[in-house]
């Protein structure tokens, strides 16, 4: 029992000191970024930090609360993450998520919830700004042995130029972008009644 005490106390420990550490980046990323960064508004600006930051100490919540299974379930997540943005913008876009009952280790749900974070950001702020009902976006998350296939689409009519998006600097592409980097992954955008983004990876 002292062992399992032990080891638990020990990666609460390892993950809200990995926890402080990627805040820290981020908010250095966002510092580095403001010159050249299309958000000037410094409200904007720190809702931004601080839904990323809140997005954060949900994934510390979901390692408190599954400590003996050491997994969350996507769905669950993604939903209290979606919800928890929705109320922070005053919004109710429609999520529909698709996962077949996936459950993922502590670290790939803290990266896959931050990528979900900022495209549903994005999505509240460029694709959805006025109230439709038709508002909508699914989520979908497969796994297939140890390969995993992440798909986001927004359903909208705006039209969007691919080839800005996969060169934007905005801070929140460039965070999934580099999260995708360091998953050894792959990011892909399409076009097909709103906006598709794609992502691929192997643990």
Known sequence: MEVFVERNQE????????????????????????????????????????????????????LCNNLEMGRVE??????DLTDM????????????IDSHN??????????VGLIVGE??????KYAFKNDMSSDQVIISFSKDNNRFLFVYHEYCDK???I????????LGLRLVKLIVKQLDGTFEVAQDNGLIFTIEFHI
């Open 11 to 62: 990666l609460l420990h390892h993950r809200i000191k990995n926890s402080l550490n990627t805040i820290s980046s981020i908010l250095g990323l966002q510092i580095n970024s403001l010159d050249s960064s299309i958000e000037k508004d410094p409200k904007e600006i720190l809702k931004n930090s601080k839904r990323r930051i809140e997005t954060i100490a949900m994934n510390h919540d979901s």
């Open 74 to 79: 996507f769905k669950q997540y993604v939903k």
């Open 85 to 96: 943005i929705n109320d922070s913008y005053g919004r109710n876009i429609s999520v529909e």
């Open 102 to 111: 996936i459950f993922l280790s502590m670290d790939m749900m803290f990266f």
């Open 119 to 124: 495209l549903f950001t994005n999505s509240i």
């Open 159 to 161: 039209k969007i130029d």
């Open 163 to 170: 080839k800005k998006i996969l060169e934007s600097q905005a």
